[in-house]
Nanobody, 117 residues
Framework: QVQLVESGGGLVQPGGSLRLSCAAS??????MGWYRQAPGKERELVAS???????NYADSVKGRFTISRDNAKNTVYLQMNSLKPEDTAVYYC?????????????WGQGTQVTVSL
């Protein structure tokens, strides 16, 4: 059974930092990443990383956020620096398992990130 367990969300002031973690279990995951969804908006990709370390970032977070992963622990991290109020959202961990050419996406339960004074 696949499980994604997220941690690290919370309340932070503008300009502050947070680190999100997502521990995955139950499969081998090729691509892992973070999405976010703000109230009234669609879920959007924040950053992703392949098992080989290739990363992809949304333009809005480039230079401020860093995604990394520990393959041995099946864990993905998102270091968020210089946070802005517009980064406020529920952040979801995503992990894709590829089996026989088919992608099976899995999602965490979400963790709230609030950037406010």
């Amino acid at each position: 059974q696949v499980q994604l367990v997220e941690s690290g969300g919370g309340l932070v002031q503008p300009g502050g930092s947070l680190r999100l973690s997502c521990a995955a279990s139950g499969s081998i995951f090729n691509r892992m990443g973070w999405y976010r969804q703000a109230p009234g908006k669609e879920r959007e990709l924040v950053a992703s990383i392949t098992r080989g370390g290739i990363t992809n970032y949304a333009d809005s977070v480039k230079g401020r956020f860093t995604i990394s992963r520990d393959n041995a622990k099946n864990t993905v991290y998102l270091q968020m620096n210089s946070l802005k109020p517009e980064d406020t959202a529920v952040y979801y961990c995503n992990a894709d398992s590829w089996v026989a050419g088919t992608i099976f996406p899995y999602w965490g339960q979400g963790t709230q990130v609030t950037v406010s004074l």
